[in-house]
DNA sequence: CTCTGTGCAAACACTTTGCAGCTAA
DNA sequence: TTAGCTGCAAAGTGTTTGCACAGAG
């Protein structure tokens, strides 16, 4: 696994900790060490973890947390924006015929996936570097939020 | 669920399915009914099935389809490029904090996500009829194909 | 003190696998 | 004819739920 430059440091750490705090209050969660001690791990890796691998680093410094306290904080964490789903859903996959000429739009919250068309993304530019390594079969942009429905 | 102006007509339908019969031949598969049925339902739909729903719906022109078979032309169609799972992936979910600076690359055969970050990406602007109508958390542009080492 | 969050275990949803019979090439 | 495909049933994998206790506000 190839990684990028941002070994987080000590600073940056504390810095987004506390903007997870004050996000947390506001959206009325409450600030359990366990919540912490799972954002933290988030932040340090740039693995794309799942829950299990998560909760095997969190265990570590954390013993008594379960997985399921893992794979409930990260679905808090990603209802309050301070964590995504990179892969996976949970949900069944959902198939289609593969065409460029859209893209989507999905609702964390109600999981709803909107189509929309843009024409300047259906032309975006792979860097050379990708299409010389890789055979690139599909390219899309792909937008997460909050939709209209449920943003109460 | 919006849908976009492309309700299929007959004369595509026809042409995509005898791409769909070459390509099988090409990549050394037999071409059987069900595979037929199930692209070709696929290609009529822009709801991004499921393969249940997807079941429901070949079962109507095919009665004695199974569930299973469904599952794995679908496995096989993603194989050869001829559908794509645009939503869950059948693995656990992978997540991270949430940056916007890198985006992701996942190998179609081996599941791979192999992170790189080409700048321009992080800029792609965002159509003002999306961020009107939604919350936008995350964006990013994902690619999807054959990894070097799967490209044997 | 109250009410949310946690840990445990059981229930679930979806996908994958093993095998015997079938069928496209 | 025969390798690959299908259908069925069973086994996995990962996620969610229900409940009683614990701890943050």
Request: net charge positive; proline share 3%.
């Amino acid at each position: 696994m190839k990684n990028i430059e941002n070994e987080i440091d000590g600073k940056e750490l504390k810095s987004k900790t506390e903007w997870f705090v004050t996000h947390c209050r506001r959206a009325g969660l409450k600030v359990t060490p366990q919540r912490i001690a799972v954002y933290q791990e988030l932040l340090k890796t740039n693995e794309h973890p799942s829950a299990e691998i998560l909760y095997q680093k969190v265990k570590q410094i954390f013993p008594s947390i379960s997985l399921d306290t893992v794979n409930r904080t990260l679905v808090t964490l990603s209802e309050i924006g301070a964590a995504f789903v990179v892969e996976g859903s949970g949900d069944a996959k959902r198939y289609d015929a593969g065409s460029d000429k859209h893209q989507h739009f999905k609702c964390i919250k109600c999981r709803r996936i909107i189509d929309f068309h843009h024409k300047p993304f259906d032309d975006i530019k792979i860097p050379a570097y990708i299409n010389d390594k890789f055979k690139v079969l599909r390219k899309t942009v792909y937008i997460e939020g909050i939709c209209d429905l449920c943003d109460k």
